[in-house]
């Protein structure tokens, strides 16, 4: 047993400790959020199943529509000095709530990108399941090593053609500070290595190992999840280095399709996630957005039993002119975008709070890593010593 008082110690966005018990309950409030319903044994292989979209993808999946499978995510352990990852303690939480369920769902804790990992995983899916019905590819990740070539690549969030400087939402402690950054363009390579990491490629690989063992059962579909966001933020994010990334997953869908698969890209809209606040300009930007929207901001959770209702057939996929199922349309629609930019234009450090919900995005932050979550009694000692699930 190793029982200590977890505090939220870090910089930035970025804390260096999770809470394990508020880590449990963001997974148990995500679960009681979904109201269950009989459907058919469905497979699952998720990719990313611990943090954003992708845990929310898995939990709407487990406690909806019943699903059985594989989870995959690589996160830390605790060791003497830090408590495990965040995303290690929802995982083992998710697993107790897959077995409450009665779900057969195992997760591997294994880099996804290595093919020692596709090799693991193809083996469990075909030893306990056969196949599998649904792949969803939902990795964020700063670097890729090639299992093939051994080369690593690390992706950049810069700008193409020329410094844009943007505002952007920090904190001075728990007080709001509007700032400025100024993000760099991107070389070529920049560009090249960012799509390596972030691109289509490892998802097509994951789909031709699957086909290459005869795992894809008949009616397949796989989803790749994506973001497009406003025209606020555009500059960094989707006409960007990581926007050149994005491109090349929908092209990678548009491929996989003509070799007569059911594939796409999922369009989520924005959210409060690890990887998306290390973004500058977004946070912002998610803070305007939901003092607009309020509670018609749609979750995570929410999108996720949306995407399981198209990719299951209960629901008519909802597709653009891209054939990307779109799931953000609520975000994106004429109204919202005319109230968050004429919040942005106005927005000063003296009127941040006003118009800005700083406070809602500042604990969405902090329950990120299991703090700020009700009913946990944060100066009590806590378990951090907690096993990965067991297969």
């Known amino acids: 047993m190793s029982e200590r008082v977890v505090k939220p110690v870090?910089?930035?966005?970025?804390?260096?400790?999770?809470?394990?018990?508020?880590?449990?309950?963001?997974?148990?409030?995500?679960?009681?959020?979904?109201?269950?319903?009989?459907?058919?044994r469905r497979v699952a292989l998720v990719i990313g199943s611990s943090a954003g979209y992708g845990l929310a993808t898995t939990i709407a999946g487990l406690a909806?529509?019943?699903?059985?499978?594989?989870?995959?995510?690589?996160?830390?352990?605790?060791?003497?000095?830090?408590?495990?990852?965040?995303?290690?303690?929802?995982?083992?939480?998710?697993?107790?709530?897959?077995?409450?369920?009665?779900?057969?769902?195992?997760f591997v804790n294994a880099d996804a990108f290595a093919d020692t990992t596709k090799t693991e995983v193809l083996d469990l899916i075909a030893e306990r399941f056969g196949g599998i019905d649904h792949l969803i590819y939902?990795?964020?990740?700063?670097?890729?090593?090639?299992?093939?070539?051994?080369?690593?690549?690390?992706?950049?969030?810069?700008?193409?053609?020329?410094?844009?400087?943007?505002?952007?939402?920090?904190?001075?402690?728990?007080?709001?500070?509007?700032?400025?950054?100024?993000?760099?363009?991107?070389?070529?390579?920049?560009?090249?290595?960012?799509?390596?990491?972030?691109?289509?490629?490892?998802?097509?690989?994951?789909?031709?190992?699957?086909?290459?063992?005869?795992?894809?059962?008949e009616g397949f579909n796989t989803v790749a999840l994506t973001y497009i966001g406003s025209d606020i933020t555009s500059a960094i994010y989707r006409q960007g280095s990581i926007g050149t990334a994005k491109a090349d997953l929908e092209q990678t869908a548009i491929t996989l399709a003509k070799d007569g698969l059911s594939a796409y890209t999922s369009v989520n809209g924005a959210a409060v996630t690890q990887a998306?606040?290390?973004?500058?300009?977004?946070?912002?930007?998610?803070?305007?957005?939901?003092?607009?929207?309020?509670?018609?901001?749609?979750?995570?959770?929410?999108?996720?039993?949306?995407?399981?209702?198209?990719?299951?057939?209960?629901?008519?996929?909802?597709?653009?002119?891209?054939?990307?199922i779109r799931l953000d349309r609520w975000e994106l629609t004429p109204e919202a975008q005319s109230e968050v930019h004429t919040a942005w234009q106005s927005v000063t450090q003296e009127n941040l709070t006003q118009v800005a919900d700083t406070t809602w995005f500042f604990t969405e932050i902090r329950k990120l890593y299991g703090f700020d979550v009700p009913g946990i009694d944060y100066e009590a000692e806590v378990e951090v010593d907690i096993p990965w699930p067991a297969k």
């Open 138 to 217: 939902s990795v964020a990740a700063p670097r890729r090593t090639d299992p093939r070539t051994g080369e690593t690549y690390q992706s950049a969030l810069k700008t193409i053609g020329a410094p844009y400087t943007t505002k952007s939402l920090a904190y001075d402690g728990t007080e709001p500070q509007l700032t400025e950054v100024t993000v760099d363009p991107a070389t070529d390579d920049d560009l090249a290595q960012t799509v390596k990491v972030m691109g289509g490629e490892d998802w097509a690989r994951w789909i031709t190992a699957l086909q290459d063992r005869g795992l894809l059962n």
């Open 64 to 106: 909806q529509f019943g699903i059985d499978g594989v989870g995959i995510a690589f996160e830390k352990d605790a060791t003497a000095r830090r408590t495990a990852s965040a995303g290690w303690y929802r995982t083992a939480e998710t697993a107790r709530l897959a077995a409450e369920l009665g779900r057969d769902f195992t």
């Open 276 to 324: 998306s606040s290390a973004i500058p300009g977004i946070g912002l930007y998610t803070s305007l957005l939901h003092k607009t929207l309020g509670d018609t901001m749609q979750t995570p959770i929410e999108q996720s039993i949306n995407l399981w209702t198209q990719l299951t057939g209960a629901a008519p996929y909802d597709l653009d002119d891209d054939n990307r």
């Open 10 to 40: 870090g910089r930035g966005f970025l804390f260096l400790d999770s809470h394990p018990a508020g880590c449990v309950q963001v997974v148990r409030e995500l679960a009681a959020s979904v109201e269950p319903r009989t459907a058919e």
